[in-house]
């Protein structure tokens, strides 16, 4: 099991969390990009107007680099204590993206309903960064993002439903296999008349 330094959000390290293997292990790139293209395909349904490929926002261009999709791997996952923000302020959030060594783009999750308004606030006229709840959280917007930024309860939370979910589809896929096992050894044939006769004979 992995762990990742907890942060203040003056960049000071505040503690350590743990981090499951069969959430933050090994990435299945083809996986990765079904979910992202499923994703892509949703946010477009019951749009009537067809965009062509000059109208396409980023169209031909890469979603991702060919190397480097696991956060945690590459060091780009930032988890922080809270988003205690205490002014609705563009600038002093500018600073605490600074502090956290965030020179690029930044996804921030938070849980939801966390009535978190100065992190809104502060946030949203940034170039490049993006306030989701944890519960919105897909591959799409971590692939969009240079950074993660998580805080702890978001990540927390995050990590227990991903692990709940693994759990689900392994149970799934065993059942699947048991009941092919089954099926691939089939029930006994039944013996006809003259058969049974022939071994009473």
Do not use: C
């Amino acid at each position: 099991m992995a762990t990742i330094d907890i942060h203040n959000l003056s960049g000071d390290k505040v503690g350590t969390l743990d981090l499951a293997d069969d959430v933050f292990g090994a990435v299945n790139e083809d996986l990765l990009w079904e979910a992202v293209k499923h994703y892509r395909a949703a946010q477009r349904a019951g749009t009537h107007a067809t965009k062509n490929k000059k109208l396409v926002s980023g169209a031909g261009k890469k979603l991702w680099k060919q190397k480097g999709t696991s956060k945690f791997a590459d060091g780009k996952l930032i988890v922080v204590n809270a988003f205690d923000v205490k002014e609705p302020k563009t600038k002093q959030f500018r600073q605490v993206l600074d502090a956290l060594k965030v020179e690029t783009t930044a996804l921030l999750v938070e849980v939801p309903r966390h009535g978190n308004r100065n992190l809104a606030l502060g946030s949203r006229n940034l170039e490049g960064v993006e306030l989701v709840h944890g519960n919105e959280v897909h591959p799409y917007h971590l692939l969009r993002y240079d950074r993660a930024i998580f805080s702890q309860p978001a990540i927390e939370a995050l990590q227990v439903s991903l692990k709940s979910s693994t759990s689900k589809r392994q149970h799934q896929a065993a059942d699947k296999e048991g009941e092919k096992a089954k099926k691939a050894s089939g029930s006994p044939r039944r013996r006809s008349r003259h058969e049974k006769a022939a071994e009473v004979a």
